[in-house]
């Protein structure tokens, strides 16, 4: 299976094309690479060749590395995976060297052969380290292109040569944000901040590179840090002003990571060290970094849960083999905030909508807020006059469910009222065809008991968004006792289309997601009427890696809501209900009006504009601190294991059927520590004896709510854990 081909033209150019067989995108395979490495070969071998265009058959350039091949490096490795992956890395960079110096004479710099990077559209990745070895590097002006170095994002950072170019290229202080955040850009804003060299309309992206090769000078293939004098943008470490730089990129990447992400400071301590040396040892020092990263088992779980297990999900592991199910016309009963996020989101996805509301100017608010969003859109330039048009005019905003004619899926998104569903239900079902699936969207309410006020109990599912819609990836459905497979592949089509992750569980009390955060925030509450200091709980969860500590979180759902929850969990529950010292915190705070962010006070305090001030000072008052506090670590496990044992019971008993689902749902749907991959993920990293252990203590300290289910002991005595194959298989 070829993936590079090249060919050369009468005047000496030759093009060298990636075009990977059987994949939408290119990715860079170990085959892959070795091809490339022959091709540059034969081409600074070949008299006749003037130079070399590097250029996609796709309509992409690339999409990345295969990161399944860094798997297999350290397979390969048997008992040194470190070295094997070291030594693989610098056949990486020997490559792209190869490229970079293009035969030229290593002292007097001359008689190199020119490289172009044609870039058709995105370029991620190696898709982007490739380029920056070449000399010049040419997109075409394709607004949908993306361009950056995301790898941070999984849990890595560029390690093919990337992060040393990039840096010595722009500066570290210019090079930070597509290094440390993952930053993309289209075309022109890459070019405007230096990434690339040109953008050249499509039609003549080929002619360009090869003008630009035909006129090219021995000076125009010295890259800047091969030239003498050359001096990084900015300043080293130990130029006064890079010195500023470096102590300010220390600041905020311990500030941003909380020190729980391995590949920033890495990633930070790669470019600090490899500005001190010359360019061919930074790539060493890059090198080195980028293997101790892979080696972390952190890393190995990111990659797996935010590469591997979220690619496989959407598209479509757990899918039910039936015929395509992609909608063609979409219902969406409810123009609230999250059904009007529903109808966006589906209506930007090409799907044609119907929004109905029981009020025609609620209908029209719904409408509404896409075309807010999409003005957002048209000030950031993200979006253009024609396309907010083309988006609106797929929603239509109704009071008449007979608009809901040839529908071949509904979303229901009432409010969570049993008897007001039931009653859309029944109106639905009226007015649309036999074949048509209807989704609920409910946070709690049980699907197998709203299913009983539908005639076609097979055809109804839930389908979970979480708000704000518009940007929250992941959507969990869930199968009633009754749903069907084509019900299930509807809603997974469904949401492939929308572009998000979908997590596939089976209906209990919270499904999955909520299952697991209200245990979360209940120990945040359950801590602050022990008396342990609100601050320590706050920066606890901060510290290992939650997004949001407990405190500040049901400010931002809201307290109201909790208390609800609360209510209507000890009716269902009676005597069963474990969560009273809770609720005597919670009901305490809605009594006072402090309903958290929407009332402007809560656990934190706001000023009028509704920005965060800082803890409530008069909770102390009203939940004195113990005199000794617990350490850091102790308000850690608990608040860690209280979602992380309910998610292993939800596989216990069932409700997930795929511990992949478990980690890729937990990390998109409400943040759990990334650098984990998981509940199940950070498990395997501390080890079954371990968490165990864990769990034995903080049961004896704190209640049955933290004894170690019974999966977990039985890891522990046979040495597995979950992702090991026999293990997986056994829960």
Known sequence: MTEFTMATDADGVATITWDVPGKSMNVLSLAGLAELNGLID???????????????????????????????????????????????????HAILRKIER????????????PIVAALPGTALGIGLELPLAC???????????KIGLPEIMVGIFPGAGGTTRLVRKLGAMMAAPFLLEGKLSDP???????????VVAPEDLLARAKEWILAAKDTDLVKPWDAKGYKMPGGTPYHPAGFMTFVGASAMVHGKTMGVYPAAKALLAAVYEGSLVPFDTALKIEARHFTSVLMNPSSTAMIRSLFINKEALEKGANRPKVADQTVKKLGVIGAGMMGAGIAYVSATAGIEVVLIDAAQDAADRGKAYSEGLLDKGIQRRKVTAEKKAEVLARITATTDYAALVGCDLIVEAVFEDPKVKAEVTAKVEAAVGPDCIFATNTSTLPISALAKASARPDQF????????????????IIKGKQTGDRAVAKALD????????????????FFYANRCIIPYINEGIRMVAEGVEPALIENAAKLVGMPLGPLQLVDETSIDLGVKIAKATKAAMGDAYPDGAVDAVLFAMADQGRLGRKSNAGFYAYDAAGKRLGLWEELAAQY??????????????????????????ALEDGVL????????????????????????????????????AICDALEAAHGARFAAPQVLRDMAAQGRGFYDPAAAKAA
């Open 42 to 92: 034969a081409a600074l071998a070949d008299a006749a060749v003037k130079g070399v265009i590097v250029t996609s058959g796709k309509k992409d350039f690339a999409g990345g590395m295969d990161l399944n091949v860094i798997a297999r490096m350290k397979e390969q490795g048997g008992a040194e995976p470190a070295k094997a992956v070291f030594e693989g890395i610098l056949q990486f």
């Open 102 to 113: 293009a035969g030229m004479d290593p002292k007097t710099l001359k008689g190199g052969k």
């Open 135 to 145: 000399h010049r590097i040419i997109a075409a002006d394709n607004p949908k292109a």
């Open 188 to 198: 022109k804003g890459a070019k405007a901040a230096g990434l690339i060299d040109e």
């Open 461 to 476: 599912i839930g389908i979970h968004f979480f708000s704000p819609v518009d940007k929250m990836m992941l959507v969990e």
């Open 494 to 509: 469904f949401v492939r289309q929308i572009r998000k992750t979908p997590i596939v569980v089976n209906d209990a009390r």
């Open 624 to 649: 004195p601190l113990a005199e000794v506090q617990p350490d850091l670590t102790q308000v850690q496990h608990r608040l860690l294991m209280a979602q992380v044992l309910e998610a292993v019971r």
């Open 657 to 692: 059927t795929d511990i992949r689902e478990g980690d890729v749902g937990a990390i998109l749907g409400w943040g759990f520590a990334p650098w984990s991959g998981g509940p199940f993920g950070w498990l395997d990293i501390i080890g079954a004896p371990r968490a165990v």
